[in-house]
T-cell receptor, first 111, second 110 residues
Framework: NAGVTQTPKFRVLKTGQSMTLLCAQD?????MYWYRQDPGMGLRLIHY???????AKGEVPDGYNVSRLKKQNFLLGLESAAPSQTSVYFC??????????FGPGTRLTVT | DAKTTQPNSMESNEEEPVHLPCNHS???????IHWYRQLPSQGPEYVIH???SNVNNRMASLAIAEDRKSSTLILHRATLRDAAVYYC???????????FGKGTRLHILP
């Protein structure tokens, strides 16, 4: 069981570039989440999904899009990266809305 | 805004018990109290959760006040590996929007 994996681990983008972060889970969880964590701050929910083919906005959704075409994968896209999106991005999954399992994070820098 | 209030930081000596407080005065009847912790450079990990009764698991104990307006996470014998940021979170049964807040940074002194 790999649990929750995130790709890539690190990335540097220039302002205006686009990229997609991939989250994969092998626990057959229905719920998946994308969070961002800025230095010295707690996690903030960007988008989440309660099942394959469904997505919903979280606390800070602007500038991001997501897709859940397969149950095991949850993609986070940045169409036009901005320096304000420099952060550590965590993906999580859960069977229900209770115990969430987190990935190791993706450190993104936008210059 | 986070629905819970926690101290910014706490210190404890190694091998002693640690009591991490959390206030949630506006808790509703359907809110579960969850605790997560985040070790340095890692994603958060689940610690424990409860509704009304005190709960125990292999990692910690959760003591919930009778009026449910506060709770305390208890680490029975702290080790250096318990140094982390601890988050107290309220999750409603069908509420999928989880607000982590800033948590309590726990320092363990050898």
């Amino acid at each position: 069981n790999a649990g929750v994996t995130q790709t890539p681990k690190f990335r540097v983008l220039k302002t205006g570039q686009s990229m997609t972060l991939l989250c994969a889970q092998d626990m057959n969880h229905e719920y998946m989440y994308w969070y961002r964590q800025d230095p010295g701050m707690g996690l903030r929910l960007i988008h989440y999904s309660v099942g394959e083919g469904t997505t919903a906005k979280g606390e800070v959704p602007d500038g991001y899009n997501v897709s859940r075409l397969k149950k095991q994968n949850f993609l986070l896209g940045l169409e036009s990266a901005a320096p304000s999106q420099t952060s550590v991005y965590f993906c999580a999954s859960s069977y229900d809305s209770y115990e969430q399992y987190f990935g190791p994070g993706t450190r993104l820098t936008v210059t | 805004d986070a629905k819970t209030t926690q101290p910014n930081s706490m210190e404890s000596n190694e091998e002693e018990p640690v009591h991490l407080p959390c206030n949630h005065s506006t808790i509703s009847g359907t809110d579960y109290i969850h605790w997560y912790r985040q070790l340095p450079s890692q994603g958060p990990e689940y610690v424990i959760h409860g509704l009304t009764s005190n709960v125990n698991n292999r990692m910690a104990s959760l003591a919930i006040a009778e009026d449910r307006k506060s709770s305390t996470l208890i680490l029975h014998r702290a080790t250096l590996r318990d140094a982390a940021v601890y988050y107290c979170i309220l999750i409603t049964n069908r509420d999928d929007k989880i607000i982590f807040g800033k948590g309590t940074r726990l320092h363990i002194l050898p």
